[in-house]
């Protein structure tokens, strides 16, 4: 994105099918930029993602540092937002 080329690094909010699909979409750069995703769902915080060489932690949305990209589907939840 635009944005994510002024800034040094960023997390990004969502580690589900969207959010794999944002960091695939990014530059190699901008990849490299990723510190984290962070999530709610208690069966990915603490692991990680894996894309080629790079991995990036899965963290608990609280341990999550600006900035943030949201990558959340609410289509499948009724526009809410998974618990």
Same mark, same amino acid.
């Given at each position: 994105?635009?944005?994510?080329?002024?800034?040094?690094?960023?997390?990004?909010?969502?580690?589900?099918?969207?959010?794999?699909?944002?960091?695939?979409?990014?530059?190699?750069?901008? #990849?490299?930029? @990723?510190?984290? $995703?962070? %999530?709610?769902?208690?069966?990915? /915080?603490?692991?990680?993602?894996?894309?080629?060489?790079? #991995?990036?932690? @899965?963290?608990? $949305?609280? %341990?999550?540092?600006?900035?943030? /990209?949201?990558?959340?589907?609410?289509?499948?939840?009724?526009?809410?937002?998974?618990?």
């Amino acid at each position: 994105t635009k944005k994510s080329a002024r800034w040094s690094s960023f997390t990004i909010w969502g580690c589900g099918r969207d959010g794999r699909a944002f960091f695939k979409a990014l530059t190699p750069r901008s #990849r490299a930029k @990723v510190t984290a $995703f962070c %999530d709610v769902d208690a069966n990915k /915080i603490g692991g990680q993602y894996q894309f080629f060489d790079y #991995r990036v932690p @899965v963290i608990h $949305f609280s %341990d999550a540092h600006p900035p943030l /990209i949201t990558c959340v589907a609410l289509d499948r939840t009724n526009g809410a937002f998974e618990a």
